[in-house]
Nanobody, 122 residues
């Protein structure tokens, strides 16, 4: 069992930056690929980025490529999402998830955090 807790969300102006973090409990964090998803009000959950268990492979949604960077520190049981050049369309609740294959498909993830709100003002 893995428990995930996100942090670092908040309010930022368009063009600004924010880093959200997700810390996992348990000693098996390093076995899992990790993903970030987001969900805006009235919209479906959307893939953002994912990273392999060893951090050597990443996967990004087209909408965030070149602006967001996913990374992880297995010694700290933490995965990060650095978000630059933020846009109002990036406003959503951001969720981290643990699973296999650094997939863009949410159903392939087994464990989810409670989410952290990111709001980008114009």
């Amino acid at each position: 069992q893995v428990q995930l807790v996100e942090s670092g969300g908040g309010l930022v102006q368009a063009g600004g930056s924010l880093r959200v973090s997700c810390t996992a409990s348990g000693r098996t964090f390093g076995y899992y690929a990790m993903g970030w998803f987001r969900q805006a009000p009235g919209k479906e959950r959307e893939f953002v980025a994912a990273i392999s268990w060893n951090g050597k492979s990443t996967n990004y949604a087209d909408s965030v490529k070149g602006r967001f960077t996913i990374s992880r520190d297995n010694a700290k049981n933490t995965v990060y999402l650095q978000m630059n050049t933020l846009k109002p369309d990036d406003t959503a609740v951001y969720y981290c998830a643990a699973g296999g294959g650094y997939s863009s498909r949410w159903m392939e993830y087994d464990y989810w955090g409670q989410g952290t709100q990111v709001t980008v003002s114009s």
